[in-house]
């Protein structure tokens, strides 16, 4: 279903189209990227608001709800709802001015089907939360609020009360624009080019994400691709050779098989959709890199003659990359777990196949769940043997070593540099 947004001159397209994104994200669990592409005749910098505005609400929809529930004698419809919380997030955390923020906002309700009728209520909703300003946030836990109580508990289990708060903190704030740099680049002089900031892993910052990617210095010329400073340590911990027989399973969008291909290796990519698969060909000659692309299914699909190496970055819930796509706080359930766990087993079994002995197989999630990282290794009764992750591995990271020698990245790392996304990583042998 598509949505046309007819622009007006005064914001109010950008927020009818913000609340169309929230009825498709929380009413039919789509993604926020997804229902933003699905979005026409929004100007750029009206795109950039729309995605602003939605983003903002699921990542704090929790504490907007406790403000603004207060103010309801009933329910209204979800529509109005989210123009609610829409106008909320406006006066109280992207520092809209106040006529701005309630009038646009208002003239987005009277455009919804019936939203006459519920005009009176936003305009007064938001007028009093205007009128309260900061205090209207005082006393609120907002993350413990903004959190999912399935994900909150997981996270308290696996990684204690103090982290589990640290990661609910991080996910508040927009995550950093990381890039990788080709091998051979100049790293020094890319950070000063782009104004970044040269991160301990290799990796550059910048220090902000309100940019098109596409007119950055060194895109068109293929010197970087964007990557998270946590993405790209998986395939690093392959440790991959010249010339070596590397299979990357569930490749797109393809920074670890350019990883791997910029390292040397001859790398087939293996990714079972057809459209990011595409995606994947258009960065790989972007960036002048060779690597077979191959649309098949990570859990069946076999090489023809055995790999030295296999990395496999399996399906999971992301709950890693929250930063990047607070719809997953909303749209993930705790059930989906098992059945996600299931393909990763079965993939993994696939890829421990793939190897030839001695071998090497390095498993990753994008997730902070625990079990479909440790507890995927845990489940494994593989011919493999667990190769522990050292601190020389990791330089300039070794405190995302646990002491069982595997790699966890949660979002309260580095907070001083502004995080980074979640990760598990495990390296193994074949025996």
Same mark, same amino acid.
């Given at each position: 279903?598509?949505?046309?947004?007819?622009?007006?001159?005064?914001?109010?397209?950008?927020?009818?189209?913000?609340?169309?994104?929230?009825?498709?994200?929380?009413?039919?669990?789509?993604?926020?990227?997804?229902?933003?592409?699905?979005?026409?005749?929004?100007?750029?910098?009206?795109? !950039?608001?729309?995605?602003?505005?939605?983003?903002?609400?699921?990542?704090?929809?929790?504490?907007?709800?406790?403000?603004?529930?207060?103010?309801?004698?009933?329910?209204?419809?979800?529509?109005?709802?989210?123009?609610?919380?829409?106008?909320?997030?406006?006066?109280?955390?992207?520092?809209?001015?106040?006529?701005?923020?309630?009038?646009?906002?208002?003239?987005?309700?009277?455009?919804?089907?019936?939203?006459?009728?519920?005009?009176?209520?936003?305009?007064?909703?938001?007028?009093?939360?205007?009128?309260?300003?900061?205090?209207?946030?005082?006393?609120?836990?907002?993350?413990?609020?903004?959190?999912?109580?399935?994900?909150?508990?997981?996270?308290?289990?696996?990684? *204690?009360?103090?982290?589990?708060?640290?990661?609910?903190? $991080?996910?508040?704030?927009?995550?950093?624009?990381?890039?990788?740099?080709?091998?051979?680049?100049? +790293?020094?002089?890319? +950070?000063?080019?782009?104004?970044?900031?040269?991160?301990?892993?290799?990796?550059?910052?910048?220090?902000?994400?309100?940019?098109?990617?596409?007119?950055?210095?060194?895109?068109?010329?293929?010197?970087?691709?964007?990557?998270?400073?946590?993405?790209?340590?998986?395939?690093?911990?392959? +440790?991959?050779?010249?010339?070596?027989?590397?299979?990357?399973?569930?490749?797109?969008?393809?920074?670890?098989?350019?990883?791997?291909?910029?390292?040397?290796?001859?790398?087939?990519?293996?990714?079972?959709?057809?459209?990011?698969?595409?995606?994947?060909?258009?960065?790989?000659?972007?960036?002048?890199?060779?690597?077979?692309?191959?649309?098949?299914?990570?859990?069946?699909?076999?090489?023809?003659?055995?790999?030295?190496?296999?990395?496999?970055?399996?399906?999971?819930?992301?709950? !890693?990359?929250?930063?990047?796509?607070?719809?997953?706080?909303?749209?993930?359930?705790?059930?989906?777990?098992?059945?996600?766990?299931?393909?990763?087993?079965?993939?993994?079994?696939?890829?421990?196949?793939?190897?030839?002995?001695?071998?090497?197989?390095?498993? +990753?999630?994008?997730?902070?769940?625990?079990?479909? !990282?440790? *507890?995927?290794?845990?489940?494994?009764?593989?011919?493999?043997?667990?190769?522990?992750?050292?601190?020389?591995?990791? $330089?300039?990271?070794?405190?995302?070593?646990?002491?069982?020698?595997?790699?966890?990245?949660?979002?309260?790392?580095?907070?001083?540099?502004?995080?980074?996304?979640?990760?598990?990583?495990?390296?193994?042998?074949?025996?």
């Amino acid at each position: 279903m598509r949505t046309t947004a007819q622009s007006d001159g005064s914001g109010t397209q950008a927020r009818s189209a913000a609340i169309a994104l929230l009825e498709t994200v929380l009413g039919r669990r789509r993604t926020l990227e997804d229902a933003l592409d699905a979005v026409t005749g929004l100007e750029p910098r009206d795109r !950039g608001f729309t995605h602003l505005l939605a983003a903002t609400v699921l990542r704090r929809l929790g504490t907007l709800d406790a403000v603004i529930e207060p103010y309801l004698r009933r329910s209204p419809p979800d529509a109005v709802r989210h123009a609610l919380r829409i106008g909320a997030a406006q006066l109280l955390l992207l520092g809209t001015p106040p006529h701005a923020a309630v009038g646009a906002t208002v003239a987005a309700v009277r455009a919804l089907p019936k939203g006459t009728a519920f005009t009176g209520l936003a305009n007064a909703v938001l007028r009093r939360i205007a009128a309260e300003g900061a205090a209207a946030l005082e006393g609120l836990d907002g993350p413990r609020l903004d959190t999912p109580d399935w994900l909150w508990r997981a996270w308290h289990d696996a990684y *204690g009360p103090e982290t589990t708060r640290a990661i609910a903190e $991080a996910h508040q704030r927009e995550a950093p624009l990381d890039l990788t740099l080709k091998p051979g680049e100049d +790293a020094a002089a890319w +950070a000063a080019r782009l104004g970044a900031e040269l991160l301990p892993t290799g990796s550059l910052r910048l220090a902000t994400t309100n940019t098109r990617v596409p007119d950055l210095a060194g895109f068109a010329e293929g010197a970087w691709w964007v990557q998270d400073a946590a993405a790209a340590l998986p395939a690093r911990l392959l +440790a991959v050779r010249p010339g070596e027989r590397v299979i990357d399973l569930c490749a797109a969008p393809g920074g670890k098989t350019a990883q791997l291909a910029a390292a040397g290796a001859r790398v087939t990519a293996v990714e079972r959709s057809p459209e990011r698969a595409a995606r994947l060909r258009e960065n790989l000659t972007r960036l002048s890199l060779d690597a077979e692309v191959i649309e098949e299914d990570a859990a069946t699909w076999r090489p023809a003659e055995p790999a030295d190496a296999v990395l496999l970055d399996a399906p999971c819930t992301a709950t !890693g990359t929250i930063r990047r796509h607070p719809d997953i706080l909303r749209n993930k359930r705790a059930a989906e777990i098992a059945s996600l766990t299931a393909i990763q087993d079965a993939m993994l079994a696939n890829a421990a196949a793939m190897l030839r002995p001695g071998g090497r197989l390095v498993y +990753a999630v994008c997730s902070l769940q625990a079990d479909e !990282g440790e *507890g995927a290794i845990a489940r494994a009764r593989l011919p493999l043997r667990h190769d522990p992750i050292a601190p020389a591995d990791l $330089a300039g990271l070794p405190e995302a070593i646990t002491r069982d020698g595997v790699l966890r990245t949660t979002p309260a790392l580095w907070p001083e540099r502004g995080g980074m996304d979640g990760f598990f990583a495990a390296r193994l042998i074949r025996t």
